[in-house]
């Protein structure tokens, strides 16, 4: 089935930048396209990128399109989102998933990694 | 952007009831409608795909059903390790989009 694992949280200044990642195993890494979706504390699930597998094609919710990047290493099992210009609004819980197929969603997620934003 | 409605936001219910989830979608989904379980401190859990098919080791008691854009999950039989928030989520059009969720709680 797989494992997925993220790093890189932690406390960061708005305006601040910070990278995650997440290490996959168990896994054909390079047969899956890639998501990150996060949680605010107490509040709901929010999609925020896609990241397909050779790692060509990717897409982003408008909310953090322009701040946010997503890239895979596929020699490393992993994949990443760097962050920046970070607000207050982008704390959250950080949950890298993999996607099975295009009929069949997201089967496997991490644990999450929580980012805050504070001064 | 398609937007998921569920409901109630928050459910009492018993160990042994019926117990049904409401999502309803602002467009159709061509069925890419996911459903998942979430406990405090975890990560979703994914329990229906493709609006009806059971993930793999969920258990029986737990179904899904719906198309176009109104779908349902119901739990046949509750059960202690049940209670949970549930979530729906399409995965028919980007960007990809949660219902607010539903708390099933004890009563």
């Known amino acids: 089935q797989g494992q997925l694992v993220e790093s890189g949280g932690g406390l960061v200044k708005p305006g601040g930048s910070l990278r995650l990642s997440c290490a996959a195993s168990?896994?054909?890494?390079?047969?899956?396209?890639m998501h990150w979706i996060r949680q605010a504390p107490g509040k709901g699930l929010e999609w925020i990128s896609y990241i397909s597998m050779t790692g060509s094609y990717t897409i982003y919710v408008d909310s953090v399109k322009g701040r946010f990047t997503v890239s895979r290493d596929n020699a490393k099992n992993s994949v990443y989102l760097e962050m920046n210009s970070l607000r207050a609004e982008d704390t959250a819980v950080y949950y890298c998933?993999?996607?099975?197929?295009?009929?069949?969603?997201?089967?496997?997620w991490g644990q999450g990694t929580l980012v805050t934003i504070s001064s | 952007d398609i937007q998921m409605t569920q409901s109630p936001s928050t459910l009492s219910a018993s160990v042994g009831d019926r117990v049904t989830v409401t999502c309803r979608a602002s467009?159709?989904?061509?069925?890419?409608l996911a459903w998942f379980q979430q406990k405090p401190g975890e990560a979703p859990k994914l329990l229906i795909y493709r609006a009806s098919d059971l993930e793999s080791g969920v258990p029986s008691r737990f179904s899904g059903s719906g198309s176009g854009t109104e779908f349902t999950l119901t739990i046949g039989s509750l059960q202690p390790d049940d209670f949970a928030t549930y979530y729906c989520?399409?995965?028919?059009?980007?960007?990809?989009?949660f219902g607010q969720g539903t708390k099933v709680e004890i009563k």
């Open positions: 168990g896994f054909i890494f390079s047969d899956y396209s």
């Open positions: 467009q159709s989904l061509g069925g890419r």
């Open positions: 989520q399409q995965y028919y059009s980007y960007p990809w989009t």
């Open positions: 998933a993999r996607e099975v197929s295009k009929n069949s969603g997201l089967d496997n």
